[in-house]
Nanobody, 128 residues
Framework: QIQLVESGGGMVQAGDSLRLSCANS????????MAWFRQGPGKERDFVAA????????AYADSVKGRFTIPRDMAKNMVYLQMNSLKSEDTAVYYC?????????????????????WGQGTQVTVSS
């Protein structure tokens, strides 16, 4: 069983930085691709970033590229979302997600349907 727990959300001002954390408190012997998604008010859940099992490959949504990074600490079973230069449009509930599946089309890792494990979400509010 994979159990994901997010933390680190809060209210910040535009231009600030924030780091979200996601802990896997379940099985650690499963090779997981980890990702972050977000869902703004009245919007669909959108892809933010993903990182491979070994951590060598990362992908980002165009809207966050250059501002966000997704570091991973394998020893601690943690994945993070480092968010810099935050904007009001980054306001959303942020979800950590994981999949044990292997997809040969890289775009599949940007799809909500591709992830079978989800955290409960953490709210990030950016005031302008």
């Amino acid at each position: 069983q994979i159990q994901l727990v997010e933390s680190g959300g809060g209210m910040v001002q535009a231009g600030d930085s924030l780091r979200l954390s996601c802990a896997n408190s379940g099985r650690t012997d499963v090779r997981l691709t980890m990702a972050w998604f977000r869902q703004g008010p009245g919007k669909e859940r959108d892809f933010v970033a993903a990182i491979s099992w070994i951590g060598g490959d990362a992908a980002y949504a165009d809207s966050v590229k250059g501002r966000f990074t997704i570091p991973r600490d394998m020893a601690k079973n943690m994945v993070y979302l480092q968010m810099n230069s935050l904007k009001s449009e980054d306001t959303a509930v942020y979800y950590c997600a994981a999949t044990s599946q292997t997809y040969y089309d890289a775009d599949d890792y940007r799809a909500v349907r591709s992830y079978e494990y989800w955290g409960q979400g953490t709210q990030v509010t950016v005031s302008s």
